[in-house]
Each structure stands twice: as structure tokens, then as C-alpha cells.
């Protein structure tokens, strides 16, 4: 099995070294990377578990007894190859903050408030066309104690699974419009202004649902000279 990476298609995605984002000053490496044939378990398993999604793990919120707090949003899209063809079957998993800018973790200790019936996390396999469909809560934004004031623009991680070990991305979606975008350094990692905007998504009208969610649109590349930008952190 041969599998080919375009360099060219790496010049999109932020550098593991971004002095702005704090958090890379450690994290980076700072010897040459030492390139370690993968072995043929690693290229074709095992797998992450597509076979165990359920009907509703698409819905963020209807996970509890009740509705969680925050307005509810539809968040859809397509996974594309490089040349815009649909990627079928793709396992794709998304985490973020509840409405108030908080995450179920003992880490977050934003003086926000917890939702019981907000969990933050949901999985999703794309269709025969590479579609997927997620149903949440708009996330808040949060501070994050990079540097004075320091604030996450509202955002949703997203997970991207293939079929063997090697073969997952992660990036994350943002909100059109964010007045937090020129002040947050990890969207800013991505230098490239058009490569940044592929992290934005979409308001898309036709397919809100009246008098109950906004909906969003959310396309992921995954590798090309058009690909969805990375975090690389």
C-alpha cells in the first residue's frame, strides 16, 4: 500500500511553532523529526469504531432528561477529497463549550455555569454522498489565559476519522462574523487568509428550520491544495 502526501498541500495548515499560541513553545518539536516507516497494522488498522455509531448520536441535545440552554443550531456539510468528490462513510466526532463558554472538564474552570442536560459531544458517519448532519447548541466563547484578555471565538472541534490508525485529522469550525477573530492566536496560526476562512462556516438560510434552529455550513477538505486547515497542536 502506497499513500501519498502532497507537501504542497501542507503550506495551509498552521505551524506546530506559533510564538502567539503559548501553549506550541513546549509542545513543538525542537529537533528534526526522525520519520518512522508505519507498519501494516498502523495503515490498515484497527478501526475507530464506525460500526458502533447509533441513530442520534448526530443530536447534542437530546443526550439528557431535558433541552440544554443556548440557541440550538443545525451544522451540516460534506467531506470532499482533493478533487471535491464526497468521502462516504467517514466517522467524524465533535466536542465544544456549552452556551456559556464552558467545557465538562475538570481543567475548565471558566466561572460560568455547567449545563446538566449539555454534554458537548456527538459522532457521525457520513452517507453514500459523504453528508453529515449534527444538531447542538451555538457554543460560547470563553477565556483561555493566552495573554491579558485573551478570548476563544465560539468554535466546535471536529474529529475526523478514516479506517486505519494513521488516518484521522482534527480542525476545528467557527461562526461567520466573530468579532474575536483578529484576537485569537489559534486562528490565527493559519497565516494564509484564505486557508483561514475554510475554518469559517456558513449561514445557511435554506436550510434553517423556521421557528426552531439557524442552520450552518461546515465543508471539510481533506487534503489539497483547497484543504481544511488543521490543528496541528
Keep these: 500500500m502506497t499513500l501519498i502526501y502532497p507537501r504542497e498541500s501542507n503550506a495551509a495548515h498552521a505551524p506546530r511553532l506559533s510564538p502567539a499560541y503559548k501553549s506550541t513553545v513546549l509542545r513543538s518539536p525542537s529537533k528534526p523529526l526522525v520519520i518512522i516507516p508505519h507498519t501494516l497494522s498502523e495503515l490498515t488498522g484497527p478501526v475507530y469504531g464506525h460500526e458502533t ?37 467517514t466517522l467524524l466526532e465533535v466536542w465544544q463549550a456549552n452556551a456559556c463558554g464552558r467545557y465538562i472538564h475538570v481543567v475548565d474552570q471558566h466561572p460560568a455555569p ?29 477565556p483561555w489565559g493566552n495573554h491579558p484578555n485573551a478570548w476563544r471565538p465560539a468554535h466546535i472541534h471536529f474529529s475526523v476519522f478514516g479506517h486505519s490508525f494513521i488516518s484521522r485529522i482534527v480542525t476545528q469550525m467557527y461562526f461567520p462574523g466573530d468579532p474575536l ?16 476562512m475554510r475554518m469559517v462556516s456558513s449561514f445557511d438560510l435554506e436550510n434553517t428550520k423556521p421557528d426552531w434552529a439557524l442552520c450552518y455550513r461546515f465543508d471539510i477538505v481533506l487534503r489539497g491544495r483547497n484543504a481544511t486547515p488543521l490543528d496541528n497542536d
Design 114 to 142: 455547567l449545563d446538566p442536560n449539555f454534554t458537548g459531544a456527538g459522532r457521525a458517519q457520513t452517507d453514500s454522498n459523504g453528508y453529515y448532519r449534527f444538531i447542538t447548541i451555538k457554543p460560547g466563547a470563553y
Design 181 to 196: 477573530f483578529a484576537y485569537d492566536p489559534i486562528f490565527n496560526s493559519v497565516t494564509d487568509e484564505k486557508a483561514r
Design 53 to 89: 455509531v447509533r441513530e442520534n448520536d448526530n443530536d447534542l441535545t437530546i443526550q439528557h432528561k431535558g433541552e440544554p440552554l443556548g440557541e440550538r443550531i443545525i451544522v451540516h456539510g460534506h467531506v470532499h477529497d482533493e478533487d471535491g468528490r464526497g468521502v462516504p462513510n
